[in-house]
């Protein structure tokens, strides 16, 4: 059974950074996958992130996330990280990590939506106040 754990949610005021984590379970192939991030905020619909390609890092981000968020990889703990800065209040959401097996980079783009994705977290709430 593959798992995801996510940790590193919590509140900050705005401007403040947080550093998620998601480790995913031994009985999960880590190789040619997509992983990343998605949220949810309070009365909205689950959006992604930024995604990760496993093999060799291709790297997608929502334009919401871009030159602030910036997401990376640890191969060998299969183990991904999503540094978000300059944090505002709209990114307070409940935070997801998020895997799929695909033999395509381009699989992790925005385009595919968070119902591609065949595993899940629990996910870690971030918190961002004004």
């Known amino acids: 059974q593959v798992q995801l754990v996510e940790s590193g949610g919590g509140s900050v005021q705005a401007g403040g950074s947080l550093r998620l984590s998601c480790a995913a379970s031994?009985?999960?192939?880590?190789?040619?996958?997509?992983m990343g991030w998605f949220r949810q905020g309070p009365g909205k619909e689950r959006e992604g992130v930024a995604v990760?390609?496993?093999?060799?890092?291709?790297?997608y981000y929502a334009d919401s996330a871009k030159g602030r968020f910036t997401i990376s990889q640890d191969n060998a703990k299969k183990m991904i990280y999503l540094q978000m800065n300059s944090l505002k209040p709209e990114d307070t959401a409940m935070y997801y990590c998020?895997?799929?097996?695909?033999?395509?980079?381009?699989?992790?783009?925005?385009?595919?939506?968070?119902?591609?994705?065949?595993?899940w977290g629990q996910g870690t709430q971030v918190t961002v106040s004004s």
């Open positions: 031994t009985t999960f192939t880590y190789a040619n996958s997509c």
């Open positions: 990760i390609y496993t093999d060799g890092g291709t790297m």
């Open positions: 998020a895997a799929k097996k695909t033999s395509r980079a381009s699989a992790c783009s925005g385009y595919y939506g968070s119902s591609t994705y065949n595993y």
